[in-house]
Nanobody, 122 residues
Framework: QVQLVESGGGLVQAGDSLRLSCTFSGRTFSYYHMGWFRQAPGKEREFIAAISRGGDITNLADSAKGRFTISRDNAKNTVYLQMSRLRPEDTAVYYC???????????????WGQGTQVTVSS
């Protein structure tokens, strides 16, 4: 059974940077495509970024382009979300997801972590 554990969240000020990590266990990490999502209070969960299992393909939401970078280290079974120039509207619980199909990352059939809170103060 796949387990995902996010870490790295916290309280930061607008303009700061933060790196989130998601550690994968239970299966072979390099078989899985990975994604980051977030959910703000009272809002739907939204896609932020995805990365293919080899790391050669990435996809970013428009809200993340130019500020966020997704990467992975298959030797460490970890996917990262580097966030810079954070804004108060980036405040949310951030989740990682895993799926063996790239286009299915983030669906109800994907594996999900429990999330890590990111709060950006103005």
């Amino acid at each position: 059974q796949v387990q995902l554990v996010e870490s790295g969240g916290g309280l930061v000020q607008a303009g700061d940077s933060l790196r989130l990590s998601c550690t994968f266990s239970g299966r072979t990490f390099s078989y899985y495509h990975m994604g980051w999502f977030r959910q703000a209070p009272g809002k739907e969960r939204e896609f932020i970024a995805a990365i293919s299992r080899g790391g050669d393909i990435t996809n970013l939401a428009d809200s993340a382009k130019g500020r966020f970078t997704i990467s992975r280290d298959n030797a460490k079974n970890t996917v990262y979300l580097q966030m810079s120039r954070l804004r108060p509207e980036d405040t949310a619980v951030y989740y990682c997801a895993a799926d063996r199909t790239f286009t299915a990352v983030g669906t109800s059939l994907s594996y999900w972590g429990q999330g890590t809170q990111v709060t950006v103060s103005s």
